[in-house]
């Protein structure tokens, strides 16, 4: 049973820096695209980042610039990097794997087969 968890959340004002993980367990790291989405309160899980099997990499326009996704295979491991944090960053951040298509948002828990718990994030100004 493959499973996902992510780590790093936590409060930060205006301007500062955070790193998500997302470690992984249960299935082959790195075979399939991998991401990560983030749900503000009322809203659905939108996209921030996607990184596919072949390294490829695809930002949500407003964190683009702010934020770098990456990965280590040897560790199993998803990162998410975020600079310059705005108070609308402010989300529950969720790490999914094998995620099936390019989708704007989703319904938190679906278009992927696997999902993390989720993390949240607070950006204070």
């Known amino acids: 049973q493959g499973q996902l968890v992510e780590s790093g959340g936590g409060s930060v004002q205006a301007g500062g820096s955070l790193r998500l993980s997302c470690a992984a367990s249960g299935f082959t790291f790195g075979d399939s695209d991998m991401g990560w989405f983030r749900q503000a309160p009322g809203n659905e899980c939108n996209l921030v980042s996607i990184i596919s099997s072949d390294g490829r990499t695809y930002y949500a326009d407003s964190v683009k610039g702010r934020f770098t996704i990456s990965q280590d295979n040897a560790k199993n491991t998803m990162y998410l990097q975020r600079n310059s944090l705005k108070p609308e960053d402010t989300a529950v951040y969720y790490c999914?794997?094998?995620?099936?298509?390019?989708?704007?948002?989703?319904?938190?828990?679906?278009?992927?087969?696997?999902w993390g718990q989720g993390t949240q994030v607070t950006v204070s100004s």
């Open positions: 999914a794997a094998d995620i099936m298509g390019l989708f704007d948002s989703v319904v938190c828990g679906t278009r992927a087969n696997y």
